[in-house]
């Protein structure tokens, strides 16, 4: 929903879907350099794995801000 909102409002973004492995994760922010990157989960037991992308995204050599949401 929110891919639509930005899309809609004239925002370039890439829509990469739900559980997307971390290396590719990481290799696509290496490879596109994105000034945001938008991170959500829905369920409280996922929140370890959320960390933990946070923490690579940020070792980045040029991280993006990073915004989370959940349901």
């Given amino acids: ?40 989960i829905s369920m409280p037991l996922n929140v370890p794995a959320l960390i933990t992308a946070i923490r690579a995204v940020r070792e980045l050599p040029e991280p993006p801000g990073i915004f989370v949401s959940g349901s």
């Fill in 1 to 40: 929903m929110a891919a639509d909102a930005l899309e809609g409002a004239g925002f370039d973004l890439l829509y990469l879907g739900a559980d997307i492995p971390l290396p590719i994760l990481l290799e696509t922010c290496r490879k596109h350099a994105p000034a945001a990157l938008g991170l959500t």
